[in-house]
């Protein structure tokens, strides 16, 4: 375990860091499922059973399945998500994209609300990564605040040590919380960080759910224009 050290401001906690970044999550989406395929096992109305899927192996694959209010996805990835929202929820999720290539314009924090009640809060885990940033960004806007209001620096607050402090609390959000919740921790960081801070971040799990149901989305668009167009020639052509 080490306390900050450089500009960066990253911390090691002996496990995997987060990557908050949707961008890095989408092209890892996009590059195991480059060769997959739709199959769209039924199709009537709002009653849809859909498959997508490299063909001959079920790794990284997910059905989507609605009916009328609701969509479901399950299979290797994004197992277990049920939202309910409108009548037909694959005009709740769009905007889709329109090609493999573009990164699709989810919405989880807004998504996450049509969730199943049994379902909520296993979409988001505390992040310590997401603790030390906001520990961070406190301390130095109290040593911003204290320069304004005295015209000098503070005497004796150092930031980096601060946050050096709180990098041994931060591994668990029990822990975190209860350091925060200290009196020489409230005086720098005040009692709605304690109270109402959220160092939480999406499972990668739930967001990889949110592409897998928008890719299924637009390759279902896609077939379904691409029938119309066949459809259109094939009568023009009689």
Not at 205 to 214: K, L, P, Q, R
């Amino acid at each position: 375990m080490t306390s900050p050290t450089n500009s960066t401001h990253t911390y090691d906690f002996g496990i995997a860091k987060e990557d908050p970044s949707l961008e890095r999550s989408w092209e890892f989406f996009k590059e195991e499922t480059r060769d997959h395929e739709l199959t769209i096992l039924h199709d009537d109305g709002v009653y849809r059973h859909l498959r997508v899927a490299q063909p001959g192996t079920a790794i990284f694959s997910w059905d989507i399945i609605t009916w009328p209010g609701h969509l479901a996805i399950a299979g290797d990835i994004g197992d277990g998500f049920t939202f309910a929202r409108l009548h037909d929820m694959f005009d709740f999720f769009t905007p889709y994209a329109s090609d493999a290539e573009a990164m699709p314009q989810i919405n989880p924090d807004y998504w996450r609300e049509k969730l199943g009640h049994a379902q909520r809060g296993v979409e988001k885990k505390y992040s310590p990564h997401s603790f030390m940033h906001q520990i961070r960004q406190s301390a130095e806007e109290y040593t911003q605040d204290y320069e304004d209001l005295h015209n000098h620096p503070h005497p004796t607050f150092s930031v980096e040590e601060f946050c050096s402090s709180a990098v041994y609390y931060a591994e668990d959000e029990h822990s975190a919380r209860d350091w925060a919740s200290r009196e020489s921790s409230i005086e720098v960081l005040g009692q709605d960080l304690y109270w109402e801070g959220d160092f939480s971040v999406f499972d990668h799990h739930f967001i990889t759910a949110c592409f897998a149901i928008s890719d299924a989305i637009r390759r279902y668009r896609n077939a379904k224009e691409s029938d119309a167009v066949i459809a259109e020639n094939n009568n023009a052509a009689q």
